[in-house]
């Protein structure tokens, strides 16, 4: 007679040591397993719990900033090392952690100073918080924007301490309503946001920051994406079409922004940050404010910024992810799907042009023309589930769409395996 008692959570969890789980977590997985009645489908708990850390994932989505793939894919340099984070090498005495990267402000995008924090939402709440207290910070009523993820414009400015002062209408701000609301309140500076992630047509018209900068008060423009420099002398050619009118920091600095705030991790292609940035007086008043302490970024990415920034410098956008895949011809794209079609060599599986996107709440209906794999049916799932890498990829009228252009080119082999056992 077979025992039928459950196996020990002990010998289980011993049993799942390829797993490459930690004991704790192996203990967990055999624990549910014996508790829901699941011993044979252990190993698969302990996928689903693998699953559940943050792990890397190939990006099939044609989204080139993914938010759910944490946007731009960046490189972290890895061996264990001290930094001088904090130190002033010259004097051996501490330093600023915001010194790097505010030094290279200047020659990146034309700003005196910069610091970094965490995100572009902390961004602006620092800058209402350390230069509107109490005060009024005036806005276009066509710019109280939310970008996606709640991040709603009037509700970061409530939790600053500034006053919103809500300036013109919905469609149509001009350059007296600013005139007129200053008059009438105490506005400490203005702020121009970006709408990035939608456009209003029509009967419409916002101020310009030009327009802004006649008014004698501090204009702080929040660009988001981060787009350092119109000209993009970092590419090979001119400036690709999909970028029209996207707002760039140096551009924006020069048309009479005293501040600039945007993302790293949108068109810079950095890590997740923020950056303020702009006239040297304003970015250190920011700087000194107690919250500066509580949004400052670690070290990670203040070394993963600074090799984002020294790529621009060297004008090597190939060095920069985003702009790699960005800026890959398209024929480059078919070739690769064509390579990858042929190695899966099933009539399920055929190449297909496509539309990449921009993403991350930046250049709503632009695309960047790519190329993929279209497999006949639906197995976004199961690419989804492939070990140990899951593929993401797009359901499109009942078929399987795997973009090529953000696939990084040594995962092109990974894709075909994971293709083949997909239609096998
Ligand atoms: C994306 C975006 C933000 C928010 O940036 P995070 O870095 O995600 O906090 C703020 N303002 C604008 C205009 C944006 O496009």
Excluded at 108 to 126: M, T, Y
Excluded at 144 to 155: C, N, Q, S
Excluded at 388 to 413: F, K, N, S, W
Aim: proline fraction near 6%; hydrophobic fraction near 45%.
């Amino acid at each position: 007679m077979k025992d039928q008692r459950p196996p020990s959570v002990d010998a289980l969890a011993r049993s799942l040591e390829s797993s490459g789980l930690p004991h704790p977590l192996r203990v967990e997985v055999a624990r549910h397993a014996i508790a829901e009645d699941r011993v044979q489908q252990v190993e698969g708990l302990a996928r689903e719990r693998r699953r559940r850390l943050l792990i890397p994932v190939i990006n099939g989505t044609g989204t080139l900033l993914h938010t759910n793939l944490g946007r731009s894919p960046v490189t972290v340099n890895s061996p264990a090392a001290y930094a001088n984070v904090e130190l002033d090498l010259t004097t051996g005495q501490r330093g600023s952690r915001q010194r790097a990267i505010g030094d290279l402000a200047d020659p990146a995008f034309g700003a005196e100073d910069a610091i970094v924090v965490n995100n572009c939402a902390a961004a602006l709440l620092l800058v209402l918080a350390a230069l509107a207290p109490g005060r009024g910070a005036a806005v276009s009523r066509g710019e109280l924007v939310e970008i996606g993820g709640a991040f709603r414009v009037p509700d970061v400015m409530r939790q600053s301490g500034a006053q919103l002062i809500e300036v013109g209408t919905t469609n149509r701000t001009r350059i007296s309503d600013f005139r007129t609301a200053a008059t009438a309140t105490d506005m400490a500076l203005v702020l121009s946001v970006h709408q990035s992630n939608y456009r209003i047509s029509g009967f419409s018209e916002q101020t310009t920051v030009a327009e802004l900068a006649t008014l004698g008060l501090p204009v702080v423009a929040d660009i988001g994406s981060g787009l350092l420099d119109a000209a993009c002398p970092w590419l090979q050619g001119p400036p690709p079409a999909w970028l029209q009118g996207e707002p760039a920091a140096r551009q924006t600095i020069e048309s009479g922004a005293d501040l600039v705030i945007f993302s790293g991790d949108k068109l810079l292609g950095g890590p997740q940050a923020g950056i303020i940035a702009g006239r040297a007086d304003l970015v250190r008043t920011c700087a000194g404010h107690p919250l500066a302490r509580a949004l400052r970024p670690g070290g990670l990415v203040l070394d993963a910024l600074q090799d984002t920034l020294l790529s621009y410098l060297r004008r090597e956008g190939d060095a920069i992810p985003f702009w790699r895949m960005a800026a890959l011809p398209v024929a480059h794209v078919l070739a690769r799907a064509e390579a990858i079609a042929a190695a899966v060599g099933s009539d399920r599986v055929s190449t297909i042009s496509t539309e990449a996107v921009p993403g991350g709440g930046t250049l709503p209906g632009r695309t960047i023309p790519s190329a993929g794999l279209r497999l006949k049916g639906d197995h976004t799932t199961a690419l989804r589930n492939n070990e140990p890498v899951p593929i993401i990829a797009r359901l499109h009228e009942g078929h399987t769409i795997v973009d090529v252009r953000t696939v990084q080119p040594e995962q092109d082999t990974v894709v075909a395996d994971a293709l083949t056992s997909a239609l096998s």
